[in-house]
């Protein structure tokens, strides 16, 4: 057997009858499945018995439909015919294809067997025994596992790292319908399955090499008693949790370990960080750096006029929350531009006050991939000035705004960055995306970075981590996002070896996790 290059689920696995049975309906974990066998680059078909009732037959076509599925009509008797005519049209050989059912019929699972498919049976683990080319899967979730598995067990051996990721479904869907998780090896050997947190995790594991995350996704909530100290605040959901300890137990692993990114969830934080930024500056060319800041704990400070011009801050500013995220008023925020407007200003506490930079209301969205870095120019904020007066405020109160819904921009703005009066230094970007890198130990993130009006200074006003890049062409994106992951694990891997760590997943490890997971 060759790796899976096709599948063929019948409608058994998918669908669930009413207790009436006037009624059928695809089951809420098909729906999944079906979306990531789409874009998994494998060959995917849907079988189906004659004598359907009408309203099946109906769904099962529409089904096919919306998930580009190839209708397999399946002979009761003689169902092995069908799935060789299928594979024939695929052009690929019967070893490297799967067909799942939940029905089990020893001499129809032999017949198929016989002509080189692998049989997977959902749900009829213990009634199987020793049928040569047949498997089990308890439920339909484990089905890519399954695939995992099986290609690991054939001679692709080491050349294949099977990367599992844990990110929020909406987020999976994008990276899923622009190519970036296909479950067929990668042009460098990646083959990529979700991992549910929901699910027991030693069994999703055993089939991985390295995992993936966007762990802010699995942020439960933020101990307001730990605030002043967001590393210690910062309470991830239990399956996350969970995961943390696998991968540090098991000496797996992670992209990127959870303390890498805590610098990047608190503004303080990550501000604080790109102070140090004058290291990498030179006379010979613009100089970068990151906005005057001031952390705040309230805005009615007596002496914070003081604070701010210690701090080389003048007004207008920007307000944001110091937790970057994983809190509902994370991104509440505002451009205050007389002291007065600190007042019951609702921008939640403690607070960084930010330097508001005049830039051209552009902003150029850089993107770092392993030693890849990438940018857009996007339209942004305007010029104080402008902003004061499209807000329609009369300069009577601050501008409040949630930048993931309501960020004011300029749309007047034409991004003609090759043209502008201060140009884009992308060398001295690069060196700080590099830099960044080494001191934030990060993979994958991204930055936005605005050019100040005036001094033409390079200033990095936010930082985030595993960035969706989508403004980035797909055909240069993914291959360097596969890039980048393979060559962190091939930089773990080889550390590993310097340092002669355990083995993930040898059995004592297994038995410890087993007990510290129970």
Same mark, same amino acid.
């Given at each position: 057997m060759g790796p899976v290059k096709g599948v063929v689920l019948d409608e058994s696995v998918l669908f669930s009858v009413d207790d009436d049975e006037n009624s059928t309906h695809l089951l809420p974990a098909a729906e999944k499945m079906l979306f990531r066998l789409q874009y998994s680059n494998l060959h995917v078909g849907i079988s189906y018995k004659e004598g359907l009732c009408s309203q099946k037959g109906a769904l099962i076509q529409h089904v096919a439909v919306l998930y580009t599925l190839q209708l397999v009509k399946l002979d009761v008797s003689c169902p092995e015919h069908a799935l060789q005519a299928t594979s024939s049209a695929w052009d690929v050989i019967p070893d490297t294809c799967i067909f799942v059912t939940s029905i089990l019929d020893a001499v129809i699972c032999r017949n198929i067997c016989s002509k080189g498919w692998t049989v997977v049976l959902q749900g009829l683990e213990h009634t199987v025994s020793d049928m040569s080319g047949v498997t089990t899967i308890h439920k339909l979730q484990d089905l890519l596992i399954t695939l $995992? +598995?099986?290609?690991?067990?054939? &001679? @692709? /051996?080491? $050349?294949?790292?099977?990367? /599992?990721?844990?990110?929020?479904?909406? +987020?999976?869907?994008? %990276?899923?319908? +622009? /190519?970036? %998780? *296909?479950t067929m090896p990668t042009s460098n050997g990646l083959t990529f399955i979700?991992? #549910?947190l929901d699910l027991p995790l030693i069994p999703q594991l055993q089939t991985v090499d390295v995992v993936l995350h966007k762990a802010t996704d699995e942020i439960s909530s933020v101990d307001e008693g730990q605030m002043l100290s967001i590393s210690k605040g910062v309470i991830f959901s239990e399956g996350m949790q969970q995961l943390d300890r696998c991968m540090k137990h098991l000496h797996y692993h992670l992209i990127d370990p959870l303390e890498n990114i805590i610098p990047l969830l608190d503004r303080d934080a990550i501000q604080n960080i790109l102070q140090d930024l004058d290291e990498i500056n030179n006379p010979r060319s613009c100089r970068i750096r990151a906005p005057h800041y001031l952390k705040v704990s309230k805005f009615d400070e007596p002496?914070?006029?003081?604070?701010?011009?210690?701090?080389? @801050?003048?007004? *207008?500013?920007?307000?944001? *929350?110091?937790? &970057?995220? /994983?809190?509902?008023?994370?991104?509440?925020?505002?451009?205050? %531009?007389?002291?007065?407007? %600190?007042?019951?200003? *609702?921008v939640p506490l403690p607070s960084v006050i930010q330097e508001y930079i005049d830039h051209g209301s552009i902003v150029y969205k850089f993107y770092v991939l392993g030693e890849r870095v990438f940018y857009a120019v996007r339209s942004s904020t305007p010029n104080a000035a402008s902003l004061l007066l499209s807000s329609g405020n009369k300069g009577s109160s601050a501008v409040i705004f949630d930048s993931l819904k309501s960020l004011p921009v300029d749309? =007047? =703005? $034409?991004?003609?960055?090759?043209? #502008?009066?201060?140009? @884009? #230094?992308? #060398?001295?970007?690069? $060196?700080?995306?590099m830099w960044m890198r080494g001191k934030l130990h990060l993979t994958i993130f991204g930055f936005d970075v605005v050019i100040q009006a005036g001094t033409g200074d390079h200033v990095i006003v936010d930082v985030n981590y595993l960035p969706s890049f989508k403004e980035i062409p797909n055909e240069t994106a993914i291959p360097a996002f596969w890039e980048a992951i393979q060559s962190s694990y091939k930089s773990y891997k080889y550390s590993s070896k310097q340092g002669s760590s355990s083995t993930p997943f040898a059995p004592n490890l297994i038995m410890a996790l087993d007990i510290l997971l129970a």
């Amino acid at each position: 057997m060759g790796p899976v290059k096709g599948v063929v689920l019948d409608e058994s696995v998918l669908f669930s009858v009413d207790d009436d049975e006037n009624s059928t309906h695809l089951l809420p974990a098909a729906e999944k499945m079906l979306f990531r066998l789409q874009y998994s680059n494998l060959h995917v078909g849907i079988s189906y018995k004659e004598g359907l009732c009408s309203q099946k037959g109906a769904l099962i076509q529409h089904v096919a439909v919306l998930y580009t599925l190839q209708l397999v009509k399946l002979d009761v008797s003689c169902p092995e015919h069908a799935l060789q005519a299928t594979s024939s049209a695929w052009d690929v050989i019967p070893d490297t294809c799967i067909f799942v059912t939940s029905i089990l019929d020893a001499v129809i699972c032999r017949n198929i067997c016989s002509k080189g498919w692998t049989v997977v049976l959902q749900g009829l683990e213990h009634t199987v025994s020793d049928m040569s080319g047949v498997t089990t899967i308890h439920k339909l979730q484990d089905l890519l596992i399954t695939l $995992s +598995r099986l290609n690991k067990m054939v &001679a @692709l /051996g080491d $050349s294949v790292i099977t990367v /599992g990721y844990v990110m929020k479904w909406t +987020r999976e869907k994008d %990276f899923l319908k +622009r /190519g970036a %998780f *296909p479950t067929m090896p990668t042009s460098n050997g990646l083959t990529f399955i979700s991992i #549910d947190l929901d699910l027991p995790l030693i069994p999703q594991l055993q089939t991985v090499d390295v995992v993936l995350h966007k762990a802010t996704d699995e942020i439960s909530s933020v101990d307001e008693g730990q605030m002043l100290s967001i590393s210690k605040g910062v309470i991830f959901s239990e399956g996350m949790q969970q995961l943390d300890r696998c991968m540090k137990h098991l000496h797996y692993h992670l992209i990127d370990p959870l303390e890498n990114i805590i610098p990047l969830l608190d503004r303080d934080a990550i501000q604080n960080i790109l102070q140090d930024l004058d290291e990498i500056n030179n006379p010979r060319s613009c100089r970068i750096r990151a906005p005057h800041y001031l952390k705040v704990s309230k805005f009615d400070e007596p002496d914070l006029v003081e604070k701010l011009n210690q701090a080389q @801050l003048s007004l *207008p500013a920007i307000v944001k *929350p110091q937790i &970057a995220c /994983g809190v509902s008023n994370a991104h509440t925020m505002a451009v205050v %531009f007389k002291m007065e407007e %600190f007042a019951e200003l *609702p921008v939640p506490l403690p607070s960084v006050i930010q330097e508001y930079i005049d830039h051209g209301s552009i902003v150029y969205k850089f993107y770092v991939l392993g030693e890849r870095v990438f940018y857009a120019v996007r339209s942004s904020t305007p010029n104080a000035a402008s902003l004061l007066l499209s807000s329609g405020n009369k300069g009577s109160s601050a501008v409040i705004f949630d930048s993931l819904k309501s960020l004011p921009v300029d749309s =007047t =703005t $034409s991004l003609k960055s090759d043209s #502008d009066e201060v140009k @884009l #230094d992308l #060398d001295i970007v690069t $060196s700080a995306a590099m830099w960044m890198r080494g001191k934030l130990h990060l993979t994958i993130f991204g930055f936005d970075v605005v050019i100040q009006a005036g001094t033409g200074d390079h200033v990095i006003v936010d930082v985030n981590y595993l960035p969706s890049f989508k403004e980035i062409p797909n055909e240069t994106a993914i291959p360097a996002f596969w890039e980048a992951i393979q060559s962190s694990y091939k930089s773990y891997k080889y550390s590993s070896k310097q340092g002669s760590s355990s083995t993930p997943f040898a059995p004592n490890l297994i038995m410890a996790l087993d007990i510290l997971l129970a």
